[in-house]
């Protein structure tokens, strides 16, 4: 059977609906007709050179994204600059484009879980409440190591686990963790959930001076990523689920993950 946009968008707001996402966001379709035939996916963690130039070669006929490739308002499209390139070769291209940001950072099983997942945490609750009345989960978990680890121990664990270009520590590195605080992408703003929920340490990406002090200042482990890092664990969750999907419903189409490193920050040894 055909696959149009609107089946991928189908299954994509059925594990990740929209009305989970946070107010300031814009996610959603963002760019192509709901009609058109989709045979081939691209599931990437943002648009990016690379990303654009692996679509077109793959002749990807949609790009799913978590982060939106349109976030504020344009006031023009044009090859001045790297976004207006990027938008007039998808529409050349005729290449559409789905993101599901906010969503999939609360959905269960999203970005989120699979954190916690790769990290090895068990008895998962919601480190913040949801925006949603009668859904349990919204940004951010909280969940429990196995056994009381040195926190040294555990950033290098998720460090190799996620094959991190690197994790950082604040605090007592040799303190012993249990109760971790997860939330994906720039967290900072949800370290006073983590101490509220009286976590040991806590795990987020974009981490900066100031907010590491804050978690030194309030006796919380930190472990950091780059935002990079706590997030591409998506993509292959992603593909996993559209290919599912596709199999289920007999649709003719098949989703790829990128293979594309968008990493922006690297370490200098
Ligand atoms: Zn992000």
Known sequence: MKTTCQDIINAMEAFAPERLKEEWDNMGFMLGSRE?????????????????????????????????????????????????????SLIKNETAVYSAHTSLDAAEGGVNDALCDAIGLIDIEPLAPSRLDGYKWGVGRVGVLPNETPLHEIAVKIKNVLNAEFATVSGDSKKMVKRAGVCSGAGSDM???????????????????????????????????????????????IRDLLNEYFNQNGFDARAFASEFDGATIRLVH
């Open 36 to 88: 058109k035939v989709v045979k081939r996916a691209l599931v990437a963690l943002e648009i990016n050179d690379g990303v654009a130039l692996e679509a077109e070669k793959m002749r990807a006929d949609m790009i799913i994204t978590h982060h939106p490739l349109i976030f504020r308002g344009l006031k023009s499209v044009t090859g001045d600059d790297a976004a207006g390139r990027r938008l007039l």
């Open 191 to 237: 370290l006073r959930f983590a101490i509220d929920k009286g976590c040991d340490f806590y795990v987020t990406g974009d981490v900066t001076h100031h907010f590491a002090q804050n978690a030194v200042d309030s006796d919380i482990g930190l472990i950091g990523l780059t935002h990079y890092d706590s997030e591409v664990i998506i993509t292959p969750v």
